[in-house]
């Protein structure tokens, strides 16, 4: 695993800015754990601050959590940034405030995560920039 020191000693990676460079295209994560149902506020006190964090990186697009219906303490967290996946690996996810986070779902989850990258059809996307609400 990286540490801070190795990524400093590296060049520095810049994420390319991929909606300058093609069309559109994301970089959309979908991760998913199981947890015990009694520990899904454990959960969700430690995923918060890691949350807060996230939704002010720039190139940080979409953030959100599901609980999968029908399976209790499934959990999905699905993230959408503008950056390559070069940049992810070794600069976001690398910084530091994920270590609580992954150090409280190491304990209570009842698997190791399951990491789904994304990569969207060509002529099947479809956003809607405004319909008059925020969620």
């Given at each position: 695993m990286m540490t801070a020191q190795t990524i400093t000693a590296k060049k520095e990676v810049k994420p390319q800015i991929l909606s300058s460079v093609t069309p559109f295209q994301p970089l959309t994560i979908h991760i998913t754990w199981i947890i015990p149902p009694s520990h899904v506020s454990q959960f969700y006190d430690a995923l918060y601050p890691l949350k807060e964090k996230l939704v002010l990186e720039d190139e940080c697009l979409y953030f959100n959590v599901f609980a999968i219906q029908g399976k209790p303490g499934f959990m999905r967290l699905v993230e959408m940034w503008d950056c390559d996946m070069e940049w992810m690996v070794e600069?976001?996810?690398?910084?530091?405030?994920?270590?609580?986070?992954?150090?409280?779902?190491?304990?209570?989850?009842?698997?190791?995560?399951?990491?789904?990258?994304?990569?969207?059809?060509?002529?099947?996307?479809?956003?809607?920039?405004?319909?008059?609400?925020?969620?």
């Open positions: 600069v976001q996810s690398q910084k530091e405030y994920y270590k609580g986070f992954f150090e409280t779902v190491s304990r209570i989850a009842l698997e190791p995560q399951k990491v789904e990258v994304l990569c969207s059809v060509e002529g099947f996307q479809f956003v809607r920039r405004e319909r008059g609400r925020s969620f």
